[in-house]
T-cell receptor, first 113, second 115 residues
Framework: DGGITQSPKYLFRKEGQNVTLSCEQNLNHDAMYWYRQDPGQGLRLIYYSQIVNDFQKGDIAEGYSVSREKKESFPLTVTSAQKNPTAFYLC????????????FGDGTRLSIL | EDKVVQSPLSLVVHEGDTVTLNCSYEVTNFRSLLWYKQEKKAPTFLFMLTSSGIEKKSGRLSSILDKKELFSILNITATQTGDSAVYLCAVASSEKETSGSRLTFGEGTQLTVNP
């Protein structure tokens, strides 16, 4: 079945540690996105990528980094510079084009130890 | 700065009631407005609206967009307990029609349907 797979479902980070969240899709979508969701809030865009080897900052990119070496994969690294990383992280993908809906993975919940 | 505002933030109804959820926006380079339903994990796509006045329907759910007044509504008739969820409104914007859009989300409306 086609879909978007995020792993792990739950992740704990120690102070000063970098952690990487995985996002893989087999929908043959060109565009991929990372969002952060805090309790009682909507989603905020961290980074997005329209094609392989290219990505742009979203609204809250500070403290995060991404790579897009393969079409299917768009990993997100939460660095130690991100002082408030506890949140629910959602990855999405879409066909490239202005009027294409984004479809989401099941998310990764990140907490601080 | 792009902005999407949803109201109400929270709503509690009884099964069988009809509800209307509101979404207003201020966005440059508007492309479309999308509605998602989020239960526990991934938001699931409901509707995408690009033109004013054309009502989209899917069973008991319907939605309409007003591009002049910059708002959309999502109606749910004959509500069921399974409709309990957070409903997210998002607006897609992009500088070029051929490039992908970035979404700006509202805070969401938490709908609770009691039996």
């Amino acid at each position: 079945d086609g879909g978007i797979t995020q792993s792990p479902k739950y992740l704990f980070r120690k102070e000063g540690q970098n952690v990487t969240l995985s996002c893989e899709q087999n929908l043959n979508h060109d565009a991929m996105y990372w969002y952060r969701q805090d309790p009682g809030q909507g989603l905020r865009l961290i980074y997005y990528s329209q094609i392989v080897n290219d990505f742009q900052k979203g609204d809250i990119a500070e403290g995060y980094s991404v790579s897009r070496e393969k079409k299917e994969s768009f990993p997100l690294t939460v660095t130690s510079a991100q002082k408030n990383p506890t949140a629910f992280y959602l990855c999405a993908s879409s066909i490239r084009g202005a009027n294409q809906p984004q479809h989401f993975g099941d998310g990764t919940r990140l907490s601080i130890l | 700065e792009d902005k999407v505002v949803q109201s109400p933030l929270s709503l509690v109804v009884h099964e069988g009631d009809t509800v209307t959820l509101n979404c207003s926006y201020e966005v440059t380079n508007f492309r479309s407005l999308l509605w998602y339903k989020q239960e526990k994990k991934a938001p699931t796509f409901l509707f995408m609206l690009t033109s004013s006045g054309i009502e989209k329907k899917s069973g008991r759910l319907s939605s309409i967009l007003d591009k002049k007044e910059l708002f959309s509504i999502l109606n749910i008739t004959a509500t069921q307990t399974g409709d309990s969820a957070v409903y997210l409104c998002a607006v897609a914007s992009s500088e070029k029609e051929t490039s992908g859009s970035r979404l700006t989300f509202g805070e969401g409306t938490q709908l609770t349907v009691n039996p």
